[in-house]
């Protein structure tokens, strides 16, 4: 029997579990009140990755689809510079998936908290079968003592923020479909 609607499952939080909780699932929709049958789209989510990175992912701005058809842009941590060349734009074309999230979260001695150190993505265009890698953003410095996290099919973005700080995400768990799998 095909299913027509996903089964949303969250990870566990990769990093530190400092600052404000956030779900980017929930938000972009303004559940619970919102059209009950409102949700990111299943099949592709993102058309739009923003990622500030230096010695650690400070920030990330994603531009999700929703099933009406609109847009919602939302941005996750505090960037360093908000002018800087630290910033970096993931564009996906009508076709392309992020088919894996992967990279590094845990101790991080300079700020001595447990953080989202490096991020990179995996990118699928769903007609030809292309691969393509974004990153990685983030763990420059090469001091990071991070464990490594990979996650398939990613579909919102979930986890821990400290607005103002330089240390913008401490954590990161991800919402993902199985509507690509």
């Given at each position: 029997?095909?299913q027509?609607?996903?089964?949303?499952?969250?990870?566990?939080?990769?990093g530190?579990a400092?600052?404000?909780?956030?779900?980017?699932?929930?938000d972009?929709?303004?559940?619970?009140?919102?059209?009950?049958g409102l949700?990111?789209?299943p099949q592709?989510p993102m058309k739009?990755?923003k990622?500030?990175a230096g010695?650690?992912?400070d920030?990330?701005?994603t531009?999700?689809?929703?099933?009406?058809?609109s847009?919602?842009t939302?941005?996750?941590?505090s960037?360093?510079n908000?002018g800087?060349s630290?910033?970096?734009?993931?564009?996906l074309?009508?076709?392309?998936?992020?088919t894996?999230?992967?990279?590094?979260?845990g101790?991080?001695?300079y700020y001595?908290?447990?953080?989202?150190?490096?991020?990179k993505l995996v990118?699928?265009d769903t007609m030809?079968?292309?691969?393509?890698?974004a990153g990685?953003?983030?763990g420059?410095?090469?001091?990071?003592?991070?464990v490594?996290?990979?996650?398939?099919?990613?579909?919102?973005l979930?986890g821990?923020q400290?607005?103002?700080?330089?240390?913008g995400?401490?954590?990161?768990?991800?919402?993902?479909?199985?509507?690509?799998?």
């Open positions: 029997m095909y027509n609607k996903p089964v949303l499952v969250q990870t566990s939080n990769f530190g400092q600052g404000t909780v956030f779900n980017d699932c929930q972009a929709t303004n559940f619970p009140n919102s059209d009950p949700m990111i789209d592709h739009q990755l990622i500030s010695w650690v992912v920030a990330i701005t531009e999700y689809r929703l099933t009406n058809g847009m919602k939302i941005q996750r941590g960037p360093v908000p800087s630290n910033w970096n734009t993931v564009n074309n009508d076709n392309e998936i992020v894996q999230m992967c990279g590094f979260a101790s991080y001695p001595k908290n447990s953080l989202l150190i490096q991020l990118i699928t030809t079968g292309a691969v393509r890698i990685p953003f983030g420059q410095d090469g001091t990071a003592d991070g490594f996290f990979s996650v398939s099919n990613p579909l919102a979930a821990f400290t607005n103002g700080a330089e240390t995400i401490s954590g990161l768990s991800i919402i993902k479909s199985n509507m690509a799998e």
